[in-house]
């Protein structure tokens, strides 16, 4: 029936929730790891590259960077081109 339906799918997201929580940064920006980095231990000053996705409040897609979603001007996917980023202080 549709109420143990949506039993199942309630706990399912929790469950991926409480494994890989939102977080919010309190300016109104949230972010989700989808996929860790695989390099060395960032820290400091690093340099280091982002994809990244941007979804509306209800999950839907809106844009995204290094992905292969978009296409330039030219027709040119843009996967593999990353946010080049330096950590620290705002």
Same mark, same amino acid.
């Given at each position: 029936?549709?109420?143990?339906?949506?039993? &199942?799918?309630?706990?399912?997201?929790?469950?991926?929730?409480?494994?890989?929580?939102?977080?919010?940064?309190?300016?109104?920006?949230?972010?989700?790891? &989808?996929?860790?980095?695989?390099?060395a231990?960032?820290?400091?000053?690093? &340099?280091?590259?982002?994809?990244?996705?941007?979804?509306?409040?209800?999950?839907?897609?809106?844009?995204?960077?290094?992905?292969?979603?978009?296409?330039?001007?030219d027709?040119? &996917?843009?996967?593999?081109?990353?946010?080049?980023?330096?950590?620290?202080?705002?």
């Open positions: 029936d549709i109420e143990s339906c949506r039993e &199942v799918g309630d706990a399912k997201v929790a469950a991926q929730e409480a494994a890989n929580p939102v977080i919010n940064l309190g300016n109104g920006v949230r972010y989700k790891r &989808v996929k860790e980095g695989a390099g231990t960032v820290s400091g000053n690093d &340099v280091v590259d982002v994809a990244y996705s941007i979804s509306t409040a209800g999950g839907s897609y809106m844009y995204s960077r290094g992905f292969g979603f978009e296409k330039d001007s027709g040119v &996917v843009d996967a593999g081109d990353f946010l080049r980023v330096r950590l620290g202080n705002q």
